[in-house]
């Protein structure tokens, strides 16, 4: 699945884009609803490592100074690329944005990462499994095998035989509604 544009963030929003840019970036389908369990990566604190409480103003602001790092990282390994903007960030995802975003990431480090309240969690936890539901029902509309997600637990990914196309084509339906 390609990255899907980044919306102009609201406080919902935010929280949303706090839990997956990072995975997003990658290129994965989704990333794991945390629900009340424990996130992968968090700490004894119950915070994710490298997570700091800041405004979604002062996250909105590191966020994008991140993905322009990632997008002139992108232009010095050869792709031609915009920079991402506040109101939506990229226009369009490329797979080979998508391929080099490992090795940038490692360059320029991970995502900034926003603590969030257990009411955001909990928002962003719902507002997931919406997506992963309607990705996977939308991956079944299509003739692949793939169940819907279960709360609490992270998404299944997509079958391996799944085309970039129809991942993308129900990334796309799933955050339009």
Known sequence: MSV??????APRAALKLAACSAALLLGLVGCASGGDSTAVGETDTGKAAGETSMTDEEYTAKLLAWERDLAQCFRDKGLDVTDPTPEGGWADITPE????????????????????????????????????????????DLGYDMADPKPGEPAAAPPANASITDQEKCSTEAVAG
């Open 4 to 9: 899907r544009p980044r919306p102009t963030l």
């Open 97 to 140: 944005m998508q391929e080099l975003s490992p090795e940038c990431q490692k360059e320029i480090g991970e995502a900034p990462v926003r603590a969030l309240s257990a009411e955001e969690k909990a928002e962003g936890a719902r507002q997931q499994l919406e997506y992963d539901t309607k990705f996977a029902g939308c991956m079944r």
